[in-house]
């Protein structure tokens, strides 16, 4: 079955230094994968999605992520992080079949220091 | 940009009532998803819905619920009689076609059963 783990339940960064958050997946086929940003009573919003081609995908508000297929993993990446970053990030795998639909990891919550 | 729109936006309800979730989809897109988040938990799939009936649901998605358009633009999520289970933000997602994995969430409907 296909799953997402992110191990980290909370990071807490100082602004200006760089951010990774961990995501790895199990899935059985080239997966679909995708970031999302949750700030707190919002909705998700999609920060950058990997579908085929270059490994290194970049997406909005300068984050970039990286799929390493040996590695299983999906990690996500900033070098500066600004404060308004604070909020809880969501790494979600797809399964391209009839129902198209997402699967959430638990998600990062991060905090940023002033 | 397009946007889903979902009303309410809170909703508080008594064990056992009934309750209806509304959602507006994008005007050009063809399948329709609620996903369901507990509070501090993470984002799951309750069920798709492509050409007037359900394509995927999932363990969660039980007799209790039911999912309509039944005026052709509005997607509605009804749960017939509620528990303090329930209690949770309740997102509606949309997607143009078949092969387009653009997800477009809604900011969410916070229901809470007391």
């Known amino acids: 079955a296909q799953s997402v783990t992110q191990p980290d339940i909370h990071i807490t960064v100082s602004e200006g230094a760089s951010l990774e958050l961990r995501c790895n997946y199990s899935?059985?086929?080239?997966?679909?994968l995708f970031w999302y940003v949750q700030s707190p009573g919002q909705g998700l919003q999609l920060l950058l999605k990997?579908?085929?081609?270059?490994?290194l995908v970049q997406g909005i508000k300068g984050f970039e992520a990286e799929f390493k297929r040996s590695q299983s993993s999906f990690n996500l990446r900033k070098p500066s992080v600004h404060w308004s970053d604070a909020a809880e990030y969501f790494c979600?795998?797809?399964?391209?079949?009839?129902?198209?639909?997402?699967?959430f990891g638990s998600g990062t919550r991060l905090l940023v220091r002033p | 940009e397009p946007e889903v729109t979902q009303t309410p936006s809170h909703q508080v309800t008594q064990m056992g009532q009934e309750v209806i979730l509304r959602c507006v989809p994008i005007?050009?897109?063809?399948?329709f998803y609620w996903y369901r988040q507990i509070l501090g938990q993470k984002v799951e799939f309750l069920v798709s819905?492509?050409?007037?009936?359900?394509?995927?649901k999932s363990e969660i998605f039980d007799d209790q619920f039911s999912v309509e358009r039944p005026d052709g633009s509005n997607f509605t999520l009804k749960i017939r009689s509620t528990k303090l289970e329930d209690s949770a933000m309740y997102f509606c997602?949309?997607?143009?076609?078949?092969?387009?994995?653009?997800?477009?969430f809604g900011s969410g409907t916070r229901l809470t059963v007391v």
């Open positions: 997602a949309t997607r143009p076609g078949q092969t387009n994995y653009g997800y477009t």
């Open positions: 899935y059985g086929a080239t997966p679909y």
């Open positions: 990997y579908f085929s081609g270059d490994t």
């Open positions: 819905f492509y050409n007037n009936e359900i394509s995927e």
């Open positions: 005007s050009n897109h063809l399948y």
């Open positions: 979600a795998v797809g399964r391209m079949d009839s129902s198209y639909k997402l699967i």
